[in-house]
């Protein structure tokens, strides 16, 4: 496996490429979710290069170790549209691939499928369209008006959200290890305020019927930020397969995260034709 990293558009992106075979399918594109970083892909990307795939994982202005103080300052203002047309000007370098999406990643991934015919889409434990978000985020708003200024207010007014710590420890990590947890605390960094509360107020919406692309959703059996009842539900909206794993929402960090992984490969090699043509197209990146 070879890991190198480049600029793909505004975006920093890691790339982790087989090394020394022809790849085994279209590209694979990573996006991460509120607060995350390419970090949250590791596991994966080691996965699919052992594998003889070839990934991309991308990192959102702001986010990871390339955070620089300017793009901090005003990633408060940053949509959920914004990020997708990010992703899209990486994915014109890319060609076309698999888009896979965690959390926000998902959402913002929705935002793409919805005007971008690409290889596949697959919605990882994903942030659901406004069509779904009053049942999506019941758990969460219990832990949001803890704190209404920090938490409800000031993100709204464009500023930075940090999220709660308690309500990652009960929503978001509560299937990871400890030491697992306390890498993410370290790692995690303030979001756009704008995005949460588009996703969270629900001012994101997808029209399913511009969705040309294969899709899948993928879920957790207890996942409480986003309930195993919304992941049906957005695998129904879209008319696609749903996998659902015995994890939380942390599905890729989680142990027994291969199985997810293996899952989503095993998605990928199903469909049609084409994707030969998308990984030749690939390897000149």
Known sequence: MRIETAQLGKLQCRIADPGGRAAAGPPLVLVHGLGGGVWGWDNFQRHFAERGWRSFGLELPGHGEQCDPVT????????????????????????????????????????????QHQEGYVFLASAPPWHMFRRAYASMWGHLLRHPWREVLAPLTGRTLVLDSRMQESLVNNRLPPEVRAEIALRDVPDSGRASMQMVVGLVSVDAQRVTSPCLVVGGLDDRLIPVSEQRRLARFYGCPLQLHDRGHMLMLEPGWEEVADGILQWTESLPAGADAAAEAATSI
């Not at 990020?83 to 698999?98: F, K, R, T």
Request: aromatic content about 6%; charged content about 15%; cysteine-free.
């Open 72 to 115: 901090a300052e005003k990633m408060g203002q940053y949509s959920v549209e914004t990020y997708a047309l990010w992703v899209s000007a990486a994915l014109a370098e890319i060609g076309p691939a698999v888009v896979i999406g965690h959390s926000m990643g998902g959402l913002v991934a929705q935002k793409l499928a919805e005007s």
